[in-house]
């Protein structure tokens, strides 16, 4: 009953079919296979191509292959969503930890060195923030060396010259050009010092 057949006279007119009187009589774009008998054509019959959809196990099969195809989906987004989320994470959090370190650092604050994990180049900019924290902390040691070592050179000068005025102030010492052209020698040191520290 899912294939349309017709049957023919000799003529070409319809004798029989099984989808009613549709095409009563044959014509020359459907194809009609000859009806024999003892080498003689007495008719002839052609048959219908059947929809595949017509066919009860070809929708099943469309049905279950939809729904397959649904599921397949909704489990590839699935396991997409949960693979991004985990990428996600393992590049955010050596990132975090990178960020935490670098703000701890602009507070003057010592960081922690916690193993990174994570790609190389995630690694390779942890390596380079430690390094970078090093090199800081050895540049204070050096600046608090040098501020000491400026503060030492300037104290001699300034304290001699303190001396002399207070002397000469108090009438131990008498105040003559001689002990003014040493003050100013010390002031000029001082001067020189100071210019120093510009450069």
């Known amino acids: 009953q899912d294939i349309p057949i017709s049957v023919y006279n000799e003529q070409g007119i319809l004798a029989a079919s099984n989808r009613g009187v549709g095409r009563a009589r044959a014509s020359?774009?459907?194809?009609?296979?000859p009806l024999k008998e003892s080498g003689r054509v007495i008719g002839y019959y052609s048959t219908g191509l059947i929809s595949f959809r017509?066919?009860?196990?070809?929708?099943e099969l469309i049905?279950?292959?939809?729904?397959?195809?649904a599921w397949g989906v909704l489990l590839a987004l699935g396991i997409s969503i949960a693979a991004a989320a985990y990428f996600s994470r393992q590049v955010s959090r050596p990132a975090q930890s990178i960020s935490s370190s670098l703000r701890q650092m602009t507070e003057g604050k010592a960081i922690h060195?916690?193993?990174?994990?994570g790609s190389e180049e995630m690694k390779s900019i942890a390596r380079s923030v430690r390094s970078l924290h090093q090199r800081l902390?050895?540049?204070?040691?050096?600046?608090?060396?040098w501020a000491q070592d400026i503060a030492h050179d300037l104290r001699t000068p300034v304290s001699s010259m303190k001396a002399q005025f207070e002397a000469m102030t108090d009438g131990v010492l008498p105040v003559t050009p001689e002990r003014l052209q040493r003050v100013s020698k010390?002031?000029?040191?001082?001067?020189?010092?100071?210019n120093d520290l510009k450069y």
């Open 113 to 117: 060195n916690e193993k990174i994990s």
């Open 186 to 194: 010390e002031l000029l040191r001082m001067e020189q010092l100071i």
């Open 54 to 59: 017509t066919s009860p196990a070809s929708r």
């Open 137 to 145: 902390k050895q540049e204070q040691v050096i600046r608090s060396q």
């Open 63 to 69: 049905d279950t292959m939809t729904t397959v195809l």
């Open 28 to 33: 020359q774009d459907h194809e009609l296979i």
